[in-house]
């Protein structure tokens, strides 16, 4: 049988062996030569002194907003029945710096950091570095010819290493694979969850410091104030970072300095022996005196470290030693100056402890301070909003969320974008949290459930990515994964006390998400198994002969399906209801890999499928999950530059096929070199993928006949490049599956109601596949079907 016909199962072991032939073409994607330059020098680690501080300057602005805002309402929310005893004070201020000090300074910047996917971050960025280590993915889509893209970057480690059991512990059953993907999923919902919280807490204290200088205001007016900012930030994200980011920074770095130079002024004023709380002896103190008020209290402390996560989603566009430069230099110090400032006025002033950053400013910078304090908040709310996006694009490329539409904001970076649907879910979801508690005591609490929930996920992620990726001992995982879970079950431990004062918004949110998440993925797994279990035997079609047992009719078919292999079930529906076929037809399959981004110039995988005579043809789209499958009017053409080029690399490697160890589709021929002679079928195997070629068969004088193949192989070459030419000319048709799956009668109710309510409903709202790929609406074949799973 010819070497360019695909058998199911023979075809699997074939493009196993390399079977696949790889032909790339470039597509334009918007970076700026700036942006490649210091990626390349990133990934070189080479830089100088000057790049260094500009770059950990510009991270300012995009990492450290969040965590920066904190000292608005920590201590709010650590004593919110006011305090007791001036020395709770010390306590609770050596819990923040040991807090500080453990979970964003030890933990994030210096080892989760570490862990980045070529310097994207956040739980599906840990999860995809974890599919190219291990077998876990739930959608079986990858082929051999993946693991060759540049930036599918992988460690190898010894078969019977701790790394190797790990690896064979999670692939076995198909439960742990699906335990790991809603851990996954519950960390990102979580993170959705801060995007949320963190404009609500944020705007709401800046816009609270009205009501310290105006204390009869009613704070129904702090809260319509803050409200209209909140609409406003969310009204202008259509427009993108990119033309107002450059005051992000500047604005973060005047508030650090500021916040800084307060706490200096603040403990040289009230009270400097606040810094005793650098000893922990202070926290057994804090601890024993408040007893269990004390321990509820971590829900307020827990708010210090909020925004460690955005720093960790908000990784892509900077090297990791200037995060690191940042943090130590900038804002530790700050944060810490900020946060001892504060104790050092309460210690003298315990009845201002609602307002205490407000109180504790000199009254000569007071509204210069509560303007840089507004913009501080907004910025830290942009960088959690688009920590959101960004997120939740990777979960859309990984079959986790409805197809939603996706916005690229900025010509220079890839990385900035803007989803609608998700943008006015969460402006309705804060203005209602805002509204609906109108303090920060209960935004606090929910704040904190969510960004400790995010935490322990990416802990129990970061144990398998220390064995996998980084083949560290099985003591040091140990030791790291124990400190870990203590610090954040002790913090999550208080946080559950306040589940009823606001605690339960985000186990609600993240409720309702998971549910769209889980039901999306699980029908999407289900429609590509059933699609798998009905590809179309090669031998069926084969019989019908090159016409397909149709007239085939001038044009070229454009067949988008899931199937990356095989045939789908789809096209014998086509042929079976429809008289006619067009001459060529091309089998597009775009997919999504567990990398950030695949090279423009390796996006492409071209393979003939079946004789030559049935000009059928797959092309697979391949994407990481940073990429954006933008409308791109050149995605058609360089989809047929790909094709020719095929056809001319095909029929040129056929021309000169008289290697015994190569065919095309890296097949050995087994020629005996001895006699020069070998079996008829497998010559045939080798050679004969071409109609016009009579099969080779064995003679003394091969070479003389590969030789005459070769001349006839370049007419042939010609010939097939002018007949796809002139069915390009005639029209190109775009066919897509409208494919409807139902529930089985005899599946059991959760099923029914998640395949056939759930999931429908969610198809029925998301985006089109003719929308998403950009197909013109005159050229487009919808062929309908129900699988029934």
Known sequence: ??????????????????????????????????????????????????????????????????????????????????????????????????SLTLIPLLKYVFIVCRANDNGQGGTFALYSLLCRHAKINTIPNQHRTDEELTTYS?????????????????????????????????????????????????????????????????????????????VGLFSLQHYGTDRVGWLFAPVVLLWFLLVGGIGIYNIWKYDSSVLRAFSPVYIYRYFRRRKRDGWTSLGGIMLSITGTEALFADLAHFPLSAIQLAFTVVCFPCLLLAYSGQAAYLMQNTDHVVDAFYRSIPESIYWPVFVIATLAAIVASQATISATFSIIKQALALGCFPRVKVVHTSKKFLGQIYIPDINWILMVLCIAVTAGFKNQSQIGNAYGTAVVIVM?????????????????????????TVLSLVVECTYFSAVLFKLDQGGWVPLVIAAAFLLIMYVWHYGTVKRYEFEMHSKVSMAWILGLGPSLGLVRVPGIG????????????????????LPAIHSVMVFVCVKYLPVYTVPEDERFLVKRIGPKNFHMFRCVARYGYK?????DEDFEKKLFDNLFMFVRLESMMDGCSDSDEYSLYGQQTQHSRDNGSSSTANIELSYSSMDSIAPVKSHPHGNNTI?????????????????????????????????????????????????????????KICRENSVIFNIPHESLLNVGQIFYV
């Open 707 to 763: 030789t005459s193949s070769g001349h006839e192989s370049g007419q042939t070459e010609v010939d097939e490049m002018e007949f796809l030419n002139s069915c390009r000319d005639a029209g190109v048709v775009h066919i897509l599956g409208n494919t409807v799956i139902r529930a089985r009668r005899e599946s059991r109710f959760y099923k029914k109601l998640a395949i056939d309510y759930i999931y429908a409903f969610l198809r």
């Open 558 to 577: 454009l067949v988008y399906t899931e199937l990356a292999s095989g045939v789908p079930h789809i096209f014998s529906h086509f042929i079976t209801n």
């Open 1 to 98: 049988m010819a070497s360019g016909m695909e058998i199911d199962e023979e075809n699997n072991n074939n493009e196993s062996k390399g079977g696949m032939w790889d032909l790339e073409q470039k597509l334009d994607q918007p970076m700026d030569e700036e942006a490649g330059r210091l990626r390349n020098m990133y990934r070189e680690k080479k830089f100088s002194t000057l790049l260094l501080l500009r770059l950990a300057y510009q991270s300012l602005g995009v990492v450290y907003g969040d965590l920066g805002t904190s000292p608005l309402y920590v201590y709010n929310n650590t004593f919110p029945r006011g305090i007791d005893d001036p020395e709770d004070v010390i306590g609770a201020l050596s819990l923040i710096i040991y």
């Open 154 to 230: 992988r460690s190898t480690f010894h078969e019977h290493s701790f790394a190797a059991k790990t690896k064979r512990w999670l692939e076995a059953y198909p439960f742990r694979k699906n335990a790991l993907l809603i851990l996954v999923v519950v960390g990102t919902c979580m993170v959705i969850g801060d995007g949320i919280l963190t404009p609500a807490i944020s705007v709401l204290s800046a816009s609270g410091g009205i009501k310290v200088d105006h204390p009869k205001m009613s704070n129904d007016v702090v809260v319509v104030v803050a409200v209209i900012i909140l």
């Open 456 to 480: 322990l996920v990416t802990t129990l992620l970061m144990t398998l990515i220390m064995l996998l990726v980084w083949h560290c001992h099985w003591v040091v995982v140990l030791i790291f």
């Open 627 to 631: 990429d954006l499958h933008k409308k």
